[in-house]
């Protein structure tokens, strides 16, 4: 009995340690400003829509939005693209001697710089071809960024993959690409979707380059959109609460969608 | 029913592509239509403050009546300066016209980014101009000490005034029923009363995170004390006598009067204590003090009203005013100068001035119907003394070797004379490393 109610109370304080945020964070978003700095209420006493209609209305936030989803899906599918191609490549090939079994750690290298390092670098070279505050810029930084992250990822999961599917599909004349796209990659597309889900997340999260990229709502994307909303002597917490609900939403929705892919994903490589 | 399942998932995914790739499209479009749809294009980039709401919402509209077309980006007050200034520097002309916070000029002005407003036609010797305003839109000061290389270059308008704002008193007219407190040793003794009374919980509230709100918050009890920051040769002179004495009464008796936790309390909090009606004074900018008689944004409406800021020796505040300059990388730069001066016409700025908004031309604060009561007392405090933070490129750096001193001895309580003596020194060496001496 003592051994069920100590589970019992150990999964409430697991789930409210998850949830209380989010509890929080969706409770402030329907609250004033008003209630939120000077009372302090566990939960919305006047419910109000208004933070969400003011984001939209009043704050641009549909651009903010819009320039997250096509800047993070963009970039994530030419990552996925190239990074898959770079990781079988790897995989599959024999590489010059001096680098084998040394790429994996040279991505992952260039992947754990901290990006502040670069940011300057990155600043004039896109000030150089003219793509500050555009998608394109954005799109350029995080796709070299999730490139070298899914390369790396997916070489294990191709590895995983018996090389001999491949083999007899081309001996019944399939070419190695073909092999590669019509054999292999359907068999790592668990590896693609976990690897997919990590970018985005990373990719639609990301503030340091896009506070330093973009200037203007044009390209502006949400997590930079949000820092706006704090000013010198006042910040509109209840706007950020309701951007803070409405920006998780899509990753929600997308992890989701691939969440059986991501546990085999997850689990691809692993001891069996 | 797997079949079903992926089927629905491809659905919905497709549907989402559709929906974002529609919402794009949508954006995309919309854009340049609102762009196409008036006349001088004029972008204007702003820090965000409460202080700009007038600004937004009633002059705007009216500059667009005026054949302007007024793209009004803001961002958060943190990152706007090191972004305007690569802006200017490199020359990527995002901008047509900065919203700069005035301890900014000089930076700008060092590095010789913005234009000459004279020259492009705006009269900085126009006497409606409120003086100590329009002196900080020129660049080396036209008064003062100068900071080297720069001592016998021509002033230059770089540029003008925007938002008049500085800090005024904003008190609780049920516990100071005589009117404003006139002295600091009136604030704390009327305070006690009201806490006693249970009126109010604490006498006085203010900011104490380290760096410049800490500074902000103790500058106008320095300049009130007697104090003086700087000598003309950029000798630190803040920890005299007089400066000490408003630290040591920084640290100690007001923040024994003010909430416990008011060594981490920036804009935010101290905001919430005065207008959720739990402190009895504060000195401010307009941010929050443009919110003193709106229900929806205060618990004590009608219980708060303005005053010149107490006094020890003289009664000053600190300016802080919105300044505006325009890039030499402007993409609009005729429109945003013709802008500014339509903006600074007598006519528009008493528009300014009923929208709710303090003015920078005199002339526009006896208008028959100011939008805010705040107005009139911000003229009053203007008259009774109101100064700039010094003018060197380097006040950033100052005010944050000040602000981590102040901040330990406003945690310890006591020591802010002794917290002075340190900050002085390592302003000294940091100038001297610099080449001020």
Redo the contacts between chains.
Sequence with gaps: MSTRLARILTTLFVLATVLLPIYWLVSTSLKSNREITQEGTLYPHVPTLANYVRLFTEKQFGSYLTNSLVVTFVSVAIALVAGAMGAYAIARFRLPLAMEGKVGLFLLTLRIIPPVVILIPVYLLMLSLGLLDTWLGLIVTYTAFNVTFCVWMMESFFREIPVDLEEAAMVDGDSRFGAFRRITLPLAAPGLAATAIFAVLVTFNEFLFALALTATPRAMTMPRGTATLIGRIDTDWASMAAAGVIGALPIVFFALLVQRHLVRGLTMGAVK | MTHSSRLT?RS??KG??GL?LA??AL?TLG?PMAARAAGKKV?I?A?????LTPFKQKIIPQAKEAGFDV?F???????TLE?WF??AQ?G?G??DLYLL?DPWVPQFGAANVLEDLGAGGIDGSDKDWIGSMIDMGYWPPQQGPRVKGFEDAKPTLICVPFVGDLQTLTYRNDVFTGGAPKTWDEVIAKGKEGVAAGTIKYPVVFRGVSGNPIVTSWYPIFLSFGGSFFDDKWNPIFNSAEGKASADFFVGTMKQNAPSGVVEFD???E??AI???EAGVII??S??AL?ADDP????VAGKLDFGVVPKQEKAIAQMGIFIAGVPKSAPNKANAIEFLKWYTSAETQAKLSEAGSIPVKRSAFGVAKPGNRLIPVALQQLDAGALPRPRTPDWAKVEELLGIELNKALQAGSGGGAALDTAAKQVKDYLTTAGYY
Excluded: C, H, M, P
């Design positions: 998932r919905v995914i989402g592509l974002a919402t794009t954006t854009l972008i980039g820090f965000t403050d409460g202080g793209e980006l803001e961002d958060e007050y943190g990152v972004k690569a802006d490199s990527a995002q901008y916070d804009s935010d909090q905001g919430a207008l959720g009606g401010q900018y941010g929050n919110k929806a944004q205060t618990k």
